[in-house]
């Protein structure tokens, strides 16, 4: 039996969960997700919990039972509290900064680099070195906060570039000296 699959997910206050079929739409104070899952597994509501089971113990379903009740899981959690991404932006005149809608950032480029926000997600700068996406949609906020820290991954010898907080870059020596040749 899947560990993580048979794990009852508890609704929080304030949130309404609907489950019409293999469709669960979920909302709550930060917005409302809707998802569908494989038709095999079974989702139901039992008082303030949600519980998924599976039909067979064949390997397709095994796997498909922890992933619904996490997917789901990440719904609900979602919808309650909401997930951030925080990047920071590292290197001499890179800066980054919100002008309506978008994301405009001074990446040591010739042209400045302009994302705009995407619906479900939100777009803070508190200064010029930090950028926090924020949204209640799991995937789209990671998929939101990797496609802007590809503009300008870090690289190894400085440093410089757009990393998430927290991330280790691994750095690496510079060129040796010139007169070390044997």
């Known amino acids: 039996m899947s560990r993580i699959g048979k794990k009852p997910i508890a609704i929080p206050a304030g949130v309404e ?27 139901a509501v039992e008082g303030a919990e949600i519980v998924v089971t599976r039909p ?4 397709e379903h095994r796997a498909l ?9 990440n719904m609900v959690e979602g919808v309650s509290v909401g997930y951030k991404k925080e990047l920071e932006v590292n290197g001499v005149g890179f800066r980054a ?3 309506g809608n978008n994301l405009v950032m001074n990446l040591g480029f010739s042209h400045q680099v302009i994302m705009p926000e995407i619906d479900g997600i939100t777009i803070e700068v508190p200064n ?16 939101f906060a990797a496609e802007v820290r590809e503009k300008r991954p870090p690289e190894p010898y400085k440093g410089k570039g757009i990393k998430y907080v927290g991330e280790y870059i691994r750095r690496k020596e510079g060129k040796a000296a010139k007169g070390s040749k044997k």
Do not use: C, W, Y
């Open 97 to 99: 900064q919100k002008q």
């Open 17 to 43: 969960v609907k489950v019409n079929g293999n469709e669960v739409t979920v909302k709550g104070p930060k917005g409302t997700l809707t998802q569908s899952f494989n038709a095999d597994m079974a989702i």
């Open 65 to 73: 039972h922890g992933l619904t009740r996490t997917l789901i899981a």
């Open 56 to 59: 067979t113990d064949n390997k």
């Open 128 to 143: 010029n070195n930090s950028i926090i996406i924020s949204g209640a949609d799991k995937q789209k906020v990671g998929q």
